[in-house]
């Protein structure tokens, strides 16, 4: 089943709604939000991707994110995707936003471990 997103122009205005699978397909800019996990010490979150995605299976990353909804903000989706992909229930606060050429559009948040709660998968902290 393909998700539907809001299709926008280099302004983040609503084009109209597409599926996800044609806005990566044809390189159109949509709504997305990644958030970067940090603790107290500063350390940055770095996960490894599930096999199961269809993009980048199993490669790491600092980011945690996903495209938003229709009609959803991008601070409700950056903490949906968190929620999601970690169980990591936080406000995150806004970075910055850039375009990506790619057809993304995102948003780019960071969430500090002080104001996250765990959820009951919960992430745990492996130092080296």
Same mark, same amino acid.
């Given at each position: 089943? *393909?998700?539907?997103? @809001?299709?926008?122009?280099?302004? *983040? /205005?609503?084009?109209?709604?597409?599926? &996800?699978?044609?806005?990566? #397909?044809?390189?159109?800019?949509?709504?997305?939000?990644?958030?970067?996990? &940090?603790?107290?010490? =500063? #350390?940055?979150?770095?996960?490894?991707?599930?096999?199961?995605?269809?993009?980048? $299976?199993?490669?790491? @990353?600092?980011?945690?994110? =996903?495209?938003?909804?229709?009609?959803?903000?991008?601070?409700?989706?950056?903490? /949906? @995707?968190?929620? @999601?992909?970690?169980?990591?229930?936080?406000? $995150?606060?806004?970075?910055?936003?850039?375009?990506?050429?790619?057809?993304?559009? $995102?948003?780019?948040?960071?969430? *500090?471990?002080?104001?996250? &709660?765990?959820?009951?998968? =919960?992430?745990?902290?492996?130092? &080296?």
């Amino acid at each position: 089943m *393909d998700e539907w997103v @809001e299709r926008v122009d280099g302004r *983040d /205005r609503v084009l109209g709604v597409v599926s &996800r699978r044609e806005a990566i #397909r044809e390189g159109w800019l949509h709504r997305v939000a990644v958030t970067v996990c &940090r603790d107290e010490r =500063g #350390r940055i979150l770095i996960h490894r991707r599930s096999e199961q995605v269809s993009r980048f $299976p199993g490669l790491y @990353e600092v980011e945690v994110g =996903g495209a938003a909804n229709v009609g959803e903000s991008y601070e409700q989706a950056a903490a /949906r @995707e968190l929620a @999601e992909e970690l169980g990591i229930r936080a406000l $995150p606060r806004l970075l910055f936003t850039f375009i990506n050429r790619s057809g993304l559009s $995102p948003h780019c948040w960071l969430a *500090d471990r002080a104001g996250a &709660r765990l959820g009951p998968a =919960g992430v745990a902290l492996h130092p &080296r």
